[in-house]
């Protein structure tokens, strides 16, 4: 997903602290249905009514009305969006950061869920650009970008470099990442981010200038934990939600998923190693996680664990996880773009357990909500795959649960 676009940068290390704007949005766990109150014990209950069936009478199979999601605790905000609407809200659309028009049209004209401002320019991030696009969302927009330090910033020209996190992890405690993290993410809140596609909890040796490289923290799983925890819990101090990536676990495979899909070791070889960070996942405050493009044997059957649903059922049941998870980017990297269509790999990705689709080269949202409406009526995707995710993604910008 990330554009390795840096320009030469400071060389600062940022040490104060911007006072940050209060987030519109963040990520959040733990979402579930609502429970129900009970009936007043006191007073005995009335009798049915004769037309109702006796709990021994099995209800009719005649009806042919399709299963409806259960009600959850987004009910109130959910009632009042359209179908197109909802789906919109499962959809992070990619936007030049020197383009302060396009985020207010896709807040305007589809309700997009997010934006995710990738390159170098940085119009959107100054002057309050992104006011427009806040005032014109009925429920309000996620704003992510990938700002990891080292050779993948984005708002280093404007508030200071920091290191990379294999840098990090060299010369500073972790206690100094994690205070570096809140002040990167009162920088970006101030700007009006609420995402960061950061840390990186891939384990790696590779040469720094690799695909992960020195952005990860270590060879060790055990410091990329300890750092990659550090760095997210000074993010979400600040007020921006985390995302760890890229899982299953990208250091290990054997080759660019920008540039064709890439094989990592076997999931029994990952478990011991790449997939370390990710256990106690509770631990990591408010996190959300991304889903690299990455084919696992013993898991994905040639498929990127992107749009695989093992690896969702992986990371939701082995390692309990609950809170959102977001695909690596479906547009502009060849380990998707050379197998499927946008709008195709978009509905492949919701399909298999995906709560947020992104797409970092912008565009084509029409057509893709067009396809998962089509999808929707057709029952390829269901009701209740839609609104789980609707779900985490509504209860992760605050609005409910």
Not at 284 to 312: C, I, R
Request: charged share 20%.
């Amino acid at each position: 997903m990330t554009r390795f676009t840096r320009r030469p940068g400071t060389t600062r290390l940022l040490l104060t602290t911007l006072l940050g704007a209060a987030l519109a949005g963040g990520v959040v766990t733990n979402c579930g249905p609502a429970e129900t109150g009970s009936a007043n014990p006191a007073a005995p209950p009335p009798s049915p009514p004769p037309t109702t069936p006796s709990p021994s009478q099995p209800p009719s199979p005649s009806s042919t009305t399709p299963p409806q999601p259960q009600a959850g605790p987004c009910e109130p905000v959910v009632a009042g969006m359209s179908p197109r609407q909802r789906l919109a809200q499962l959809v992070v659309v990619g936007v030049e950061g020197d383009d302060t028009v396009l985020p207010a049209q896709l807040a305007r004209d589809e309700q997009v869920g997010g934006i995710f401002i990738g390159g170098n320019a940085t119009a959107l991030l100054q002057g309050d650009a992104l006011a427009v696009a806040r005032q014109a969302s009925t429920v309000p927009m996620s704003v992510a970008v990938d700002d990891e330090g080292g050779r993948v910033q984005r708002i280093d020209e404007l508030d200071g470099d920091i290191p990379s996190a294999r840098e990090m992890a060299r010369t500073m405690t972790s206690d100094q990442v994690r205070d570096l993290g809140r002040t990167r993410g009162e920088a970006m809140a101030a700007r009006g981010v609420t995402v960061d596609y950061a840390p990186v909890t891939d384990v790696s040796d590779q040469p720094g200038g690799s695909v992960i490289g020195d952005r990860a923290f270590s060879d060790d799983p055990a410091v990329v934990r300890e750092y990659a925890l550090a760095f997210a819990q000074g993010l979400r101090e600040a007020g921006v939600a985390p995302v760890l990536k890229h899982f299953p676990g990208h250091g290990g495979a054997d080759g660019d998923s920008h540039q064709s899909l890439v094989s990592t070791p076997p999931l029994s070889a990952l478990a011991e190693r790449d997939l370390v960070p990710y256990r106690g996942i509770g631990d990591y405050p408010g996190v959300s996680v991304m889903v690299g493009h990455l084919d696992v044997p013993e898991l994905t059957n040639g498929e990127p664990a992107s749009l695989a649903e093992p690896a969702y059922s992986l990371l939701r049941g082995e390692f309990g996880f609950t809170g959102p998870v977001v695909t690596d980017d479906l547009g502009a990297m060849k380990a998707i773009a050379d197998r499927y269509t946008l709008p195709e790999a978009v509905l492949k990705s919701l399909q298999a357990g995906a709560d947020q689709a992104l797409w970092s080269s912008g565009g084509r949202v029409g057509e893709v909500l067009d396809r998962l409406e089509a999808a929707q009526a057709s029952g390829e995707l269901p009701p209740e795959r839609v609104r789980e995710s609707l779900d985490r993604v509504l209860i992760g910008k605050n609005l409910c649960g």
